[in-house]
């Protein structure tokens, strides 16, 4: 996300005709959104996304689980 912001901030600066963004040449100016593609795909292929996604639903579940004991009287379970 940090690459699609900084290519967008940069493709903004060129056009509007900011120095020295201006003097760049255009391939310095698409380079990060084309590491964000880059990104992305390496992120997707290789399960960082999937993983990622994972451990959220872990952590809520586990908060709903102790929140549920908690209103039960129940100490939240151990997970080491």
Not at 14 to 22: D, N
Not at 62 to 74: H, N, T, V
């Amino acid at each position: 996300m940090y690459l699609l912001l900084l290519g967008l901030a940069l493709l903004l600066l060129k056009y509007l005709q900011v120095e020295p963004v201006a003097a760049w040449d255009w391939w310095w100016v698409l380079s990060p959104l084309g590491a964000a593609v880059l990104w992305w795909w390496w992120a997707d292929h290789f399960g960082y996304t999937k993983r990622q996604t994972m451990a959220k639903m872990d952590e809520r579940k586990r908060r709903r689980l102790d929140a549920s004991r908690r209103r039960l009287g129940l100490p939240p379970l151990d997970r080491r």
